[in-house]
């Protein structure tokens, strides 16, 4: 029997504060239209002052552990996927575990921007397969908001903040397609692309957080060629075709970028989750966010073939497989 990690639980979190595109419009030059028409985006939800990326993860972890019916105790580790952290150290994982009053077990961050919940998932995939972990809550949270030029409409326009959760447990199958859980994770960087998507700041060079910076054209053509390598990638590792898979959770940073992915799978529209008209770009936080809602609205069902992928400043790439 193979150890399988199956997916029992999921949860997410959004701030209150929604911002619209005509409201941004107020403050910098950009249109509701040239918005909509380049990304898809309508709105985001923005952190409040007093949230940190912490306590949006913490919902996210504390809504999926009650749709498991786990206590925080029953956990073995926490793998938090985030770029903006709630300080340079202890890991936001660390301060997610106190929250929730889980006192045994690990915690740590995993940072790989964008693709920072495919990271993650492989990362305690890894741990559940090798019999290291039995139960592994993953989590990407973001408070992207905190690290924009709100006066670069390249930028700031793009992003949002939220977080979401998904708790995998040890299960055991035959090791096949057909098998509940985690069937495969693919991750790559190229770290020679740094340039292209970057944040100008961190404590051994400036000391201080910098702002993001973008350059957009660049980052959305290795994007539409790197996921597409590696959807292949997690196509041929199971042996399955693109008309294998119900339901593709790509990471939500642009429309146009999501149909494209959507139309190469031969996928109708209605098999491709889409949140980043509402979301707008949440980082490490999209995908768990966009899995949350097709999962709670029963667009996935048990059984479902899920195909996720993602791109990010790095670059980093990648994507899982999950037999839901
Ligand atoms: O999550 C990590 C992965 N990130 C991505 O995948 C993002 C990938 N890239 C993109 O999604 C797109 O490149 C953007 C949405 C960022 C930009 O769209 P674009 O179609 O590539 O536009 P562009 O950057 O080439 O800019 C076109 C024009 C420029 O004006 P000129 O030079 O043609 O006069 C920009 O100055 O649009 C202008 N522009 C804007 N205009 C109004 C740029 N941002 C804005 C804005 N509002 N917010």
């Not at 397969?129 to 973001?142: T, W, Y």
């Not at 924009?148 to 979401?164: H, K, N, P, S, Y």
Request: net charge negative; with cysteine.
């Amino acid at each position: 029997m193979a150890i399988r990690s199956q997916v029992v639980g999921c949860g997410s979190y959004l701030p209150l504060r929604v911002m619209s595109n005509d409201e941004l419009a107020r403050t910098v030059d950009t249109s509701d239209e040239w918005i909509r028409k380049r990304t898809g985006i309508r709105e985001r939800h923005l952190a409040a002052d007093d949230e940190a990326t912490s306590d949006l993860g913490l919902k996210a972890a504390q809504a999926a552990l009650e749709q498991a019916g786990l206590a925080p105790d029953d956990l073995d580790l926490i793998v938090c996927a985030t770029a903006t952290p709630d300080e340079t150290f202890p890991a936001t994982a660390t301060r997610i575990q106190a929250g929730l009053g889980m006192t045994r077990g690990a915690a740590f961050d995993v940072q790989a921007v964008c693709s920072g919940f495919i990271y993650a998932l492989a990362v305690a995939d890894n741990f559940i397969r090798c019999g290291q972990a039995k139960s592994v809550l993953v989590i990407g949270a973001e408070t992207f908001s905190r690290i924009l030029d709100w006066e670069d409409r390249g930028t700031c326009v793009l992003f949002g903040d939220g977080a979401g959760a998904v708790l995998l447990c040890a299960g055991e199958g035959r090791g096949e397609a057909a098998d509940r859980g985690v069937l495969s994770t693919h991750v790559y960087s190229d770290g020679r692309h740094h340039d292209a998507l970057y944040v100008d700041g961190g404590p051994s060079t400036t000391r201080t957080t910098g702002v993001v910076h973008m350059e957009g054209r660049e980052v959305y053509r290795h994007a539409v060629v790197r996921m597409a390598e590696a959807i292949d990638a997690a196509l041929e590792a199971n042996d399955l075709t693109p008309g294998d898979i119900d339901w593709l959770v790509p990471h939500q940073a642009n429309l146009r970028i999501i149909e494209s992915m959507g139309h190469r799978l031969n996928l109708p529209r209605d098999r491709v989750v889409v949140t980043v008209d509402r979301h707008a770009n949440t980082s490490a936080a999209s995908i768990p966010l966009a899995l949350c809602e097709a999962v709670s609205d029963g667009r996935i069902r048990q059984g479902d073939l899920v195909l996720m992928e993602a791109m990010g400043g790095g670059f980093t790439w990648g994507s899982a497989l999950v037999r839901w």
